[in-house]
């Protein structure tokens, strides 16, 4: 049984972490002995209960977790700080439990995996996530061609250089990194997993729910690569079509920034809700939706790299989405399979022809069963966790050969 080191710097107790990580692990497990070290926020390792559950799952499963304190600030002092500590661990852990490969979750764990790759030999697998300095570009908290921006794509391509094995998300990111770094990339293993879902735990509801439509927003919204403005007029527009139609947005972020982003002028107070959900109930919030609406900065090479977990657990739930062009493969899954509408800019009169779209999609008795099957074609859990267990067993094949 091969040895795997997991890095990454989300939580076990951030739903994502749940979604994103563990489901993955929770199969992979069985095949590989798994050493797991995440980053989790403060506010989730004061809760003494997950955190003991956290424990007592990973224990089930034979995973052995080395939780981490994540700390953002001061900005540039402390991610520089915890790269330092995590090169510390991760070599560590290496030369201690005979790791075979490093599994490393996104860009600072793959630059922490390059850097004890050369100490030490053992190779690692870039799992892309998305196009991260692009992201930070979009959303402004970096500068391209700045020293920093410099750093991170030197990085980018050293690590896409020198991995073992690189997993994007999206085949249009894959085609982007083919153009953009033909040379690293020309013998390399590029292998597409989109964001799956446990779609046992994102299940259509056993009955159809009654009462008001109720228009769903899953995750963060003040990243700076949502586009807040198009939430706030797709807002406008289908409370004034519909006045009964209610608006729940499902997130971590600050609630009363977002209220004040959405709806400044308080026009919605008693039909927009705002607030957290544990990730044992994300199941249930969604499925207390009618529809989804995600829309990311699309048309930006950032969102290239862009699989919503969001969209997976939706369709999972028998759900149409509500999404804009540009946004790695959404729309091409949206128009392929009919699962969706298309909004195709923020103003008022793109709106009203994406809510009458919408109309006329939610009157279609197969549209909920279409829903799921699209998501089990492209999302399953499985399916994901299988090629996970493919690439690694290309890896370490080559390795052990």
Not at 46 to 70: N, S, Y
Not at 163 to 174: C, D, E, V, W, Y
Not at 314 to 341: Q, T, W
Request: with cysteine; hydrophobic share 45%; net charge positive.
């Amino acid at each position: 049984m091969s040895s795997i080191l997991y890095l990454t710097r989300n939580g076990l107790l951030e739903p994502l972490g749940q979604s994103q990580v563990f489901a993955y692990l929770r199969g992979l497990s069985r095949s590989h002995a798994i050493t797991l070290v995440t980053y989790e926020k403060l506010e989730d390792w004061a809760d003494t209960e997950a955190m003991r559950q956290a424990r007592a799952d990973c224990v089930a499963h034979g995973i052995r977790w080395l939780p981490q304190k994540f700390r953002p600030a001061p900005k540039i002092i402390a991610p520089t700080l915890s790269m330092i500590r995590m090169i510390w661990l991760v070599r560590r852990e290496v030369q201690r439990e005979k790791i075979n490969l490093i599994h490393a979750r996104s860009y600072i764990p793959a630059a922490v995996a390059l850097v004890v790759n050369r100490l030490t030999g053992v190779p690692f697998l870039f799992d892309m996530r998305a196009l991260w300095p692009e992201e930070l570009i979009t959303s402004g908290r970096l500068r391209r061609g700045s020293l920093i921006h410099r750093v991170i794509a030197r990085t980018e391509r050293a690590c896409l250089a020198k991995s073992a094995g690189i997993i994007s998300l999206t085949h249009a990111a894959a085609k982007y990194l083919r153009t953009v770094y033909p040379r690293e990339l020309v013998n390399q293993r590029l292998v597409v997993i989109p964001t799956c879902a446990d779609l046992d735990r994102f299940a259509p509801p056993v009955s159809k729910r009654t009462g008001p439509t109720v228009h769903g927003c899953i995750g963060t919204v003040l990243s700076g690569w949502f586009q807040t403005d198009w939430l706030a007029n797709w807002i406008r527009v289908a409370a004034t079509r519909d006045p009964k139609a209610r608006f729940t947005i499902v997130t971590r972020d600050d609630p009363g920034r977002v209220r004040r982003t959405l709806d400044p002028e308080s026009e919605f107070v008693d039909r927009l809700s705002i607030g957290p959900r544990l990730s044992k109930e994300m199941p249930d919030a969604v499925v207390g939706h009618n529809l989804s609406i995600m829309f990311y900065a699309g048309g930006e090479v950032s969102e290239l790299g862009r699989s919503p977990t969001r969209m997976a657990e939706v369709l999972g739930c028998g759900l149409p989405v509500v999404v804009n062009e540009g946004v790695g493969d959404v729309a091409d899954i949206v128009r392929k399979f009919n699962v969706g509408v298309i909004a195709e800019d923020a103003s008022a009169p793109a709106m009203d022809a994406a809510f009458d779209a919408l109309q006329s999609l939610m009157q279609d008795p197969g549209l909920p069963a279409r829903c799921r099957a699209t998501a089990e074609t492209l999302f399953s859990l499985e399916s994901g966790t299988e090629a996970y267990r493919e690439i690694y067993a290309s890896i370490l094949n080559v390795k052990e050969a």
